[in-house]
């Protein structure tokens, strides 16, 4: 329903666009924005980009439509793609139906979750609910939502979505914290989510340690791109993840003295601060190398242009450059951009660096978290055996 702001430079001329659906024809319809752009330099105009795009996310988010009065605000409804849905359908009468009541639940989680974690959430709430939109059933009052409708919900996940065992796992438990919700609110006698279908299959898509034969070959042709072998090191060197915690990474974020990095709370995949050791390797390199010390701190570590800038790169502009690089090397799909993190961890384990270290170099809330997680990604390789074993 609405595409959010974007920068266009590509030309002399600047200027902010959106695209929003017109309720009265149906089609996308895109604004531009050329104000106070012009006799700025550059980096004053990039400023200013960045101060219209925060304004005009915010309005749209908050369900603020060019196509309506400025004052008029849509009612906001987390379950649909974009608020401003509402425009084009008559709203719910029944206040008890799932709809209402899960974007209310929503809006509690949202403040104490990572923006990943939140968008999980709703993204499996939003296809539930289309589900019952189609069994008809979505507008009743939540206390008819029994656990019948619910083993055949997960049956039609099961047999015609053909989803992993892994992937039930996370419904079931996303969906029996928003039937908890509901029975602490009293619209529910007994919570639903229980004596559910079993699924056995495996769809492991899970991201892989790259081997230490295949990271030679990967760092080849990685540091011909010195963005991209930055972002690499950071994951195996510091054990971020590339998503809000490197590409979100600012220059102030980083002590080059003391050799830390800053995972604040509004990075952190569970919302807890902590403070990462930067390996010597990589401390060296943003000293001397890449020089970051001497960018302005307000200024993302992955700027646009493959420079320290005050907007980030994409959230999808490494993954596809390591997937090029993937695909030409001729490389197994289960490794993925964010195998470099575990990576490191595996090569740190090798190393015989104390769990105990690694796990708080990760951020693992516990040592048993941190056991877990190696479960299935240890090498399990004996090198006794390897190197040793006698010829036939």
């Known amino acids: 329903m609405i595409i959010l702001p974007k920068l266009n430079r590509s030309g002399k001329q600047w200027f902010v666009y959106y695209s929003c659906r017109n309720p009265k024809t149906g089609k996308m319809q895109r604004f531009r924005h050329y104000d106070g752009f012009t006799g700025l330099s550059d980096p004053k105009k990039a400023i200013h980009a960045a101060s219209v795009i925060e304004v005009y996310t915010g309005r749209l988010r908050n369900g603020w439509t060019p196509f309506t ?20 359908r008559t709203k719910r009468g029944n206040n008890n139906s799932i ?8 809006e509690t989680i949202e403040p104490a979750m990572a923006t990943a974690t939140f968008q999980t959430y709703r993204s499996k709430f939003r296809l539930f609910i289309m589900w019952l939109e189609r069994e008809k059933v979505a507008d009743n009052d939540i206390a008819t939502l029994d656990n019948k409708l619910l083993v055949l919900y997960f049956t039609h996940l099961i047999n015609n979505k053909k989803l992993s065992k892994i992937s039930i796992t996370k419904y079931r438990q996303i969906l029996n914290s928003l039937f908890t919700y509901f029975k602490a609110q009293n619209l529910i006698y007994v919570n639903p989510v229980y004596d559910l ?18 990271i030679k070959a990967f760092k080849k042709e990685i540091r011909k791109d010195p963005e991209l072998w930055l972002a690499t090191q950071f994951e195996y060197y510091c054990g971020l993840r590339p998503g809000h915690e490197i590409r979100e ?14 995972v ?11 403070i990462v050791t930067v390996p010597q390797q990589l401390l060296l390199q943003l000293r001397n190398y890449y020089r970051l010390h001497t960018y302005n701190k307000e200024w993302y570590v992955f700027g646009r242009g493959g420079i320290p800038g005050i907007l980030p790169v994409g959230k999808n502009k490494f993954r596809n450059k390591f997937n090029v690089i993937r695909k030409k090397l001729n490389m197994p799909l289960e490794y993925k951009f964010y195998s470099w993190k575990h990576t490191g961890a595996v090569e740190a384990d090798e190393a015989l660096i104390p769990t105990k270290e690694i796990s708080r170099h990760l951020g693992h809330t ?27």
């Open 264 to 274: 604040n709370r509004e990075r952190a995949k569970m919302r807890v601060e902590r």
């Open 366 to 392: 516990s040592i048993k978290s941190t056991d877990y997680y190696f479960r299935n990604k240890r090498t399990g390789v004996s090198k006794a055996i390897r190197d040793n074993f006698p010829t036939l």
């Open 99 to 106: 709809r209402v009541w899960t974007s209310r639940y929503l």
């Open 69 to 88: 009065d400025a004052s008029e605000v849509i009612y906001s409804d987390h379950i649909d793609y974009k608020s401003i849905t509402d425009l084009y």
């Open 249 to 262: 990474m600012k220059i102030k974020h980083i002590d080059f003295t003391r050799g830390i990095v800053l």
């Open 197 to 214: 279908p079993l699924c056995n299959r495996i769809n492991d898509q899970a991201p892989r340690p790259i081997m230490r034969h295949d």
